[in-house]
């Protein structure tokens, strides 16, 4: 969706997920939904944030480590500055934070990720 005179970006969505591994015991299946802006400010900058919930039931034996099927809840979020050189080159920092929380201790965790990149869309 393009709002306002400078076509500034909101996107919004949501998807299953679904996955087998070879053995058809282990897998996942859950659910992620995700919102983004994006507003352009003068002189060719852009600033933008995103926010995703993902949800995710394991199925599969327990493990020796883990008594419980698992299950996740995953939060991801994040803003970004971009400088727009012209219609093919752009400068873009992000900055995000992830925190996964889940019933098992082993994939418990936060996350900050920063990465400083150029990029050329063709």
């Given at each position: ?66 008594r419980d099927r698992r299950s996740d809840e995953r939060l991801r979020a994040g803003v970004g500055l ?8 752009t400068v873009e920092s992000v900055w995000q934070y992830t925190r996964n929380h889940s019933n098992s ?18």
């Amino acid at each position: 969706f393009y709002f306002g005179a400078d076509n500034h970006e909101f996107a919004a969505g949501a998807r299953y997920l679904h996955a087998n591994a070879e053995r058809s015991a282990y897998g996942y299946q859950g659910y992620e939904a995700m919102a983004s802006f994006l507003f352009k400010l003068p002189r060719g900058f852009e600033l933008s944030t995103f926010a995703y919930w993902t949800e995710e039931d394991y199925k599969g034996p327990a493990t020796v480590l883990e008594r419980d099927r698992r299950s996740d809840e995953r939060l991801r979020a994040g803003v970004g500055l971009n400088y727009r050189i012209d219609d093919a080159w752009t400068v873009e920092s992000v900055w995000q934070y992830t925190r996964n929380h889940s019933n098992s201790a082993l994939y418990r965790y936060e996350q900050h990720y920063v990465n400083l990149g150029l990029v050329w869309n063709f």
